[in-house]
């Protein structure tokens, strides 16, 4: 059974920073893509950033958080972390950890959609203060 959990999560002033870690358990071979998305409340699931873990390694952002974020790959294959830098009370929501078996795929731009994704981890709340 595959398991994601997330850490890192809390409370930070605008302006802060905070490193959100994503550590999967009971997967054979990996996760050829992982990504994070978040959710406030009454609002949709956004992708914020995605990563292939093997190949090219590229990264994928959304708009929102292009320069202030960045997505990695621990030496570990089956850890990804999310570096929140110059956070602002936008970027508060529920942030979720993905993973997906196959390489990450985009349509146009952005972050791949959520339905690509096969597995994913509970969540971790992230508020940003004014």
């Known amino acids: 059974q595959v398991q994601l959990e997330e850490s890192g999560g809390g409370s930070v002033q605008a302006g802060g920073s905070l490193r959100l870690s994503c550590v999967t358990s009971g997967y054979t071979d990996g996760s050829d893509c992982m990504a994070w998305f978040r959710q406030a409340p009454g609002k949709e699931r956004e992708g914020v950033a995605a990563i292939n873990m093997v190949g090219n390694r590229r990264t994928y952002y959304d708009d929102s958080v292009q320069g202030r974020f960045t997505i990695s790959q621990a030496n570990a294959k089956n850890t990804v972390y999310l570096q929140m830098d110059s956070l602002k009370p936008e970027d508060t929501a529920m942030y979720y950890c993905?993973?997906?078996?196959?390489?990450?795929?985009?349509?146009?731009?952005?972050?791949?959609?959520?339905?690509?994704?096969?597995?994913w981890g509970q969540g971790i709340q992230v508020t940003v203060s004014s």
């Open positions: 993905a993973a997906d078996p196959r390489p990450c795929t985009v349509t146009s731009v952005g972050v791949p959609s959520p339905a690509t994704f096969a597995y």
